[in-house]
């Protein structure tokens, strides 16, 4: 609504006829359709054709005809036991990576927040991982991890531990997973909470230094209530990406041990492309899209509000 | 309300306590933080450093242990293999490399072309639910890659355009695109409009007064959002994997994990090539560090 009426007060007020009007609806629809064409064809026509092929038996390798199955693939999905593991997997996941990373990065922003010198340099040092393509992240913490040569047994070892077979345990293996997530995505919670903290105006401290209150007492009443919001925004973020997540489990651990590691993610990757049953796969698919559809309005309706307020 | 009045008597001990006290104790926070901001320092570059430290390692260096962190003998031998192949022609990861540049590159122009023009539109008129079509935007980003990959493998086998360039330059076109569109937009919420409607008093088109007043000085953010999407094609791995398997097709991030797998992964070599692959990133992400929060958050989020 706003920014409709920001629009309208934009143009010039004498109104310099139809024509020009006109012209001006012609070039946004000429300049905004072929974006929006590129997104319908890549992005919308492909979960429509998923959605249909949700309600039929077709299979990609076996090909032919596909039969309509009804509402069969996703009461399947629904009443596996097997989803049910994966989505305890994927939730014990995503709140244990989200959690441990928020905690990590506000601590480290607000420590960054406190120092007077050097901020720009650690800033960006302490961002290196989160520009790291999840590849090189999860190849390389695969070696770190290696329970034989790797660094970390190895580092265990020196200060007379002993070693700990990481990501070939049942246990391990998803901790290991929460640890690394948490190791690249840290940065994310921390640059945006740092944002929200150094826009905490100085005289709200002033004014409760005058007063002599507590560092507590000012972390409470003044930095945890307006960084909130844009910290809450991070973390939907991030829960929504770390429920989306595919490629650091393929890398780090192939869904194993067993299939202690495998989230609805991958989950999906196996009964598509290992094994073929790309009707089942799209109901599935078309269920996990219905989760992110629910979280991203949540952010989204957020964010709107956020802009607004 | 009932908070403030739990915490105003709970610091009342704290405030009895005198100002010099209190000063002390400062000081000694003030290193503690120091030191525990070191320490996570060191914990979150470790990996880095252990990475780089490995690709200029000696094979039997790399699988020493008890591990060694310094005194090692420094070879370029794994830089080498990265670029050169076993029989001294290209080697496989090089061509990826290549692939990568090409596609990265590619699907950054063409989501750029299209996505300037829909952000100038977007932010400029009235258009139709506006907010809505910039939220229904945004959120084709949000969709697990995994399960809009089957239907696209679907798509692109009946077109033929799996196992090439083309198809993962349009699909990574696509998936940078609503980025594209949001960070823009607020590139061009900050020129402000009544610069183009001088411009149109002055009698020039609505086109051309975009051309010549807004186009230039959006230079910089259209820059800045190259780069991102650049970053984000160039760091993508799920469509890769899923829709190329040709060596003369395949990018950099499958190659790269294509390394492990077999009997024995030679780590000295991922690591040097994972050096390759993450510096050019490292080096563009220094330069749009200013614009870092709205590039992470999809434009959703600006300063």
């Known amino acids: 609504m706003t920014d409709d009426a920001g629009q309208v007060a934009a143009t010039p007020p004498p109104a310099p006829g139809r024509s020009r009007r006109l012209s001006d609806r012609g070039l946004a629809v000429a300049f905004i359709s072929p974006a929006l064409l590129l997104l319908l064809a890549m992005s919308v026509f492909p979960l429509l054709w998923a959605l249909y092929l949700s309600f039929t038996d077709y299979s990609a390798t076996r090909g032919g005809r596909a039969y309509f199955v009804g509402f069969g693939n996703y009461t399947a999905i629904l009443t596996s036991a097997q989803v049910h593991q994966r989505a305890l997997t994927t939730l014990i996941y995503v709140v244990g990576a989200v959690t441990l990373q928020t905690v990590l990065g506000f601590t480290i922003a607000y420590l960054i927040s406190r120092r007077t010198r050097g901020r720009g340099l650690l800033t960006t040092l302490f961002l290196v991982p989160m520009m790291l393509s999840p590849v090189v992240v999860g190849l390389f913490w695969r070696f770190m991890l290696d329970a034989q040569f790797g660094v970390v047994n190895s580092m265990l070892g020196s200060i007379g531990l002993g070693q700990v077979e990481w990501l070939t345990r049942q246990r391990t293996a998803l901790i290991s997973l929460i640890v690394v997530d948490t190791w690249q995505w840290t940065p994310f919670i921390m640059l945006i909470a740092l944002a929200g903290l150094t826009a905490v105006p100085k005289y709200l401290y002033e004014a409760a230094s005058i007063d002599r209150a507590s560092e507590w007492f000012r972390f409470r009443t003044i930095t945890l209530p307006l960084v909130w919001p844009l910290l809450l925004i991070a973390v939907l973020f991030r829960a929504i990406e770390a429920f989306r997540l595919f490629d650091l489990v393929y890398i780090l651990t192939n869904g194993g041990p067993g299939v202690s590691t495998e989230t609805l993610s991958f989950h999906v990757y196996k009964v598509a492309f290992l094994g073929f049953n790309t009707g089942t796969a799209s109901a599935y698919g078309i269920l996990m899209v219905l989760v992110v559809i629910v979280l991203s309005q949540i952010y989204l309706r957020y964010l709107n509000r956020l802009k607004e307020g | ?303």
């Open chain 2, 1 to 303: 309300m009932a908070v403030s009045v739990d915490e105003a008597v709970s610091t009342g001990p704290a405030r009895d306590r005198g100002r010099p006290a209190r000063r002390r104790g400062g000081r000694g926070r003030s290193v503690l933080e120091v030191a525990l901001l070191t320490v996570l320092a060191v914990v979150m570059l470790f990996p880095v450093l252990w990475m780089i430290e490995t690709s200029i390692k000696e094979n039997r260096d790399v699988y020493a242990v008890p591990a060694e962190f310094f005194g090692f003998t420094v070879t370029m031998e794994h830089f080498k293999d990265v670029f050169v192949g076993p029989d001294g022609g290209r080697s496989a990861l090089s061509v990826a490399f290549l692939n990568s540049v090409l596609v990265a590159g590619a699907s950054t122009v063409l989501a750029t072309l299209l996505g300037v023009p829909a952000a100038w539109a977007y932010s400029r008129f009235a258009v139709k639910a506006k907010k809505d079509q910039l939220f229904f935007i945004l959120s084709t980003r949000f969709m697990p890659p995994v399960v809009v990959v089957i239907p696209i493998f679907l798509m692109y086998r009946q077109v033929g355009l799996i196992d090439s360039k083309l198809g993962l330059i349009l699909i990574y076109a696509a998936y940078n695109l609503p980025f594209t569109i949001w960070m823009m937009k607020g590139f061009v919420d900050e020129v402000p409009s009544e610069y183009e409607d001088a411009a149109m008093l002055d009698g020039y088109t609505r086109l051309q007064a975009f051309r010549r007043h807004t186009l230039p000085l959006l230079v910089p953010g259209i820059a800045a959002t190259a780069v991102f999407a650049l970053i984000f094609s160039w760091n993508e791995f799920v469509f890769a994997i899923f829709l190329t398997s040709s060596d003369s097709v395949r990018t950099a991030p499958p190659a790269i994990a294509g390394l492990i797998g077999g009997t024995t992964t030679d780590w000295g070599l991922v690591a040097a090539a994972s050096v390759v692959f993450a510096l050019p990133v490292l080096v563009f992400a220094y330069l749009v560090r200013k614009h870092l929060i709205a590039g992470v958050t999809l434009g959703a989020v600006r300063r």
